[in-house]
Every structure is written in C-alpha cells, then in structure tokens.
C-alpha cells in the first residue's frame, strides 16, 4: 500500500483517539470545575469568522482547554478570593493591574476570575509581549487563546469591539520584581491613558495579591537577559529544591476597585497624561496596601 494509502487508512483511528482524549479531558474537566463550566462557557458571546476563529486568532476550542486549566489552578490551587467583582462594567473596558511574580500566572487568574466569577462571564484579552512572537509555539498559543500582541492598533480594536482587555502598565519591570521590592509599584507606562482616552474606555484598577511570594527571587541575570534577549532572567533559589520549579501554592487575592473615568485629548503632552496615570497608580498602590494589611497568612 502506498503512503498516501496508509495515511488515508490511518485517518479514522486518529480521529477515534483524538475524540476518546477529548471526552476524557471533557469528563475531567466536569468532575474537577462542575457543570458550571461548560453552562458559563456556554454563555460567552463570540464572533466568529467563516474559519471557526475570531479576527485575532482566537479559537473556542484552544480557548476552552486553556481556560479549563487556569481554572482548575484559579479555584484548587491558588484558592482564589475575589473582592468588588461588582465593579465589573458590561461592555468595553481597560483593567489595569500591577504585575508580579516572575511568570504571568496573576494575568490568567485574572481572566480565569472574569470567565468563573463575574457575571456575565465573559473572554478576558491580553497585550502579550512582542518578544513573544519569536516563540515558535508560545505566539501560536497565545494567539489561538485569544491573547494579541501588544500594540496600540491591536489594543483599539479590541475595546471597539467591546472586549475586557488586561494591561499591565509596569510591564517586564513589575513582573521581574525581586522580593525585597515586592508590592512596590515601579512607573507605568502612558500608553493606557491614551489608549481609554481615545476609545472612550473606562479604567477598572485591580490589584493581585499573592504573585510576589510564589517565586522568590533575589536579583535578575541581566547581562544574560540581554544576551538572549529576553525582558528578564530571575535568580530563584527555589529551583534547586525538588518540585522546585513550581510555583510556591500562595494564596491569591484580586481586588475590582470602581470603574474610573477620564477626559481629554489622547495626544496630550505627557506631562498632562502623567498626571491622569499617577491617579490610576496610586489607586492601584492604595488597593494594594489595603489587601496586604487585611491578609492574615500568604498561603492561608
């Protein structure tokens, strides 16, 4: 039999498998989250091209796994308390959030806690790195999960299509914190402001607590860092202890502070637009403080 033959004939059982796994991880998914899962997911609105994907890539399918995932992570592991999700507006809007903990785990249980918490439950967007489309795999992922590259045209077209889009103002500085900064807000970037400014978008401040403590790191390869360019290398002393690659299992804590909106011109000085972002971080800052006071235990 010709290559093609055997191909042809092999086609039938790898679809067999492939639906057998599906069904697995479907009823692993059901025992672990819940019907909720699938009745929330059922309930996400979705616009959809004629390929089965959205403008930006994202695919329901890709989506649904990686949600289920970060789920099981948002509600088993990490334990996640979630306050203010009252504040949560229907329609467009900008969270911005300070970032830590050396991987992006605060940004998925972010939209882990839009997708099982908020109601409706709804797709969170994210600005990912450009450094990431030199990842062969990651860019694919992102892009499937519905995660865009971070560029303003990318972020407005988003928001005019009434997403829930996530953005971390302090960028690869905030998430590479060492410890002994931790909480501590570095500056942010102006591009949001501009960005609500010019959409019309209001600005949900939330603060994660918890991301600081699940790596520790005491400093950053930065010569290393540049060499491969990538935004950071941490030195974690936790990797050299068994299982020591996974993240300490802290106790995650999300505040929703209330929507803030602001006036002006987008393409206003930075001088002006500084003094709306300062608003917004101190906000930020505040919202932190006041979580880390009312937290009794890191893991508890």
Avoid at 187 to 206: H, S, Y
Avoid at 256 to 280: C, L, N, Q, S
């Amino acid at each position: 039999m010709r290559l093609g033959g055997r191909l042809r004939a092999a086609a039938p059982l790898a679809r067999r498998l492939i639906d057998s796994a599906t069904s697995g991880i479907d009823d692993w998914m059901t025992g672990k989250l819940g019907e909720e899962f699938n009745d929330r997911l059922a309930r996400v609105p979705l616009n959809l091209t004629a390929t089965g994907v959205d403008e930006f890539g994202m695919d329901p399918a890709w989506t649904k796994y990686a949600l289920a995932s970060v789920a099981f992570l948002h509600r088993k592991y990490f334990r996640t308390e979630i306050f203010g999700k009252e504040h949560v507006p229907a329609g467009r809007m900008l969270l911005v959030s300070n970032h830590s903990g050396q991987v992006p785990i605060d940004g998925a249980l972010i939209g882990a806690s839009l997708f099982m918490d908020v109601e409706p439950p709804r797709f969170m967007r994210a600005m990912v790195e450009k450094w990431t489309q030199t990842l062969p795999f990651v860019s694919l992922f992102f892009s499937r999960v519905g995660q865009v590259v971070g560029v303003p045209e990318n972020a407005k077209r988003l928001l005019l299509n009434d997403e829930a889009l996530l953005v971390f103002p302090e960028g690869a500085r905030g998430i590479s914190k060492p410890f002994d900064q931790r909480y501590q807000l570095v500056d942010f970037g102006l591009g949001f402001m501009r960005l609500a400014l010019e959409t019309n978008t209001p600005i949900v401040p939330v603060a994660v607590i918890g991301g600081e403590e699940q790596y520790i790191s005491v400093g950053n390869f930065d010569s290393l860092a540049r060499v491969l360019r990538a935004p950071s290398i941490p030195i974690l002393p936790q990797l050299l202890l068994p299982f020591g690659a996974l993240p300490l299992p802290t106790r995650y804590r999300i505040y929703f502070g209330e929507p803030m909106r602001f006036e002006g011109d987008p393409d206003d000085d930075d001088a002006v637009i500084e003094e709306k972002v300062f608003v917004v971080k101190a906000t930020i800052q505040s919202m932190i403080n006041r979580g880390l006071k009312a937290r009794k235990s890191v893991f508890f």
